[in-house]
């Protein structure tokens, strides 16, 4: 069956010197694999440019009934970025989305909600020009709902966050996965902010770590077969909001 479709790529994967195995989230199927052959070679179905962590792609292809791996016919740029592939703070974000995304989304049926919410949300970080320090922290608590597995905030008790249940308690649950109190109240005030307020949210280099490794932690809880992010070691070093600033500037100059 040959289809149109538009996707965001989540993953390549290198299967031979002319073959590379292209993970997409499409608006159509969902989560699905293609074949791309010569990606660098002057007529390829796309150029490796379109292959970038987080682009969002047209393509044309060919889906066989049975098949794990489908073929690519033509992809081009859907949306072009102005930003993500040269700013450096926000190519690592990409790079890290791209991965936890991979990670994450296992099913192979459409969700158009959840595709505009990733769509809207990679435009954006393209064309955010400030506060982008926490963009990452208020991407991951919001994908849980679409997942899922979204914390309930309700019956916040400014106490302990457990993990395991997504709730707030005002006593230590009886397992070891939960969050201290300070740790707890910046998750909260993660969980009720937005990508419209995110630069008022002020965390510290610390703050920020706490607040990531928590958040990948409840991923890993809730998440069948999600395991660790290569990226994740890659993001930690630019949370320093000093140092984002400083590429940032690099970059405008």
Not at 74 to 99: C, D, G, Q, W, Y
Request: overall charge neutral.
């Amino acid at each position: 069956m040959q289809i149109k479709t538009v996707g965001i790529i989540l993953h390549t994967l290198k299967y031979s010197d002319s073959a590379t195995i292209v993970t997409i989230y499409t608006q159509q199927f969902g989560r699905a694999s293609y074949m791309v052959y010569g990606a660098n070679k002057k007529k390829a179905v796309c150029r490796s440019a379109v292959l970038q962590p987080l682009s969002i792609v047209e393509l044309d292809a060919v889906h066989t009934p049975g098949k794990e791996i489908h073929r690519i016919k033509e992809m081009r740029t859907a949306v072009s970025f102005t930003e993500i592939p040269f700013h450096p703070v926000k190519n690592s974000i990409a790079l890290f989305v791209s991965e936890l995304l991979f990670r994450a989304l296992r099913q192979s049926e459409p969700d158009d909600e959840l595709f505009q919410f990733l769509t809207n949300s990679i435009q954006l970080l393209d064309c955010w020009k400030d506060g982008i320090a926490n963009f990452h922290l208020i991407f991951l608590t919001k994908l849980t709902r679409y997942l899922g597995c979204a914390p309930n905030v309700e019956k916040n008790t400014n106490g302990y966050f457990d993990l395991m249940n997504g709730v707030f308690l005002q006593q230590k649950p009886l397992h070891s996965h939960y969050l201290l109190p300070e740790v707890s109240k910046n998750l909260l005030n993660l969980l009720e902010a937005d990508y419209q307020t995110m630069d008022k949210l002020v965390f510290s280099r610390k703050q920020r770590t706490e607040l990531l490794t928590s958040i990948v932690e409840y991923y890993r809880l809730h998440i069948p077969d999600f395991n660790g992010l290569n990226s994740l070691e890659v993001l930690q070093s630019l949370f320093d909001y000093k140092d984002m600033d400083y590429f940032s500037k690099l970059h405008r100059d």
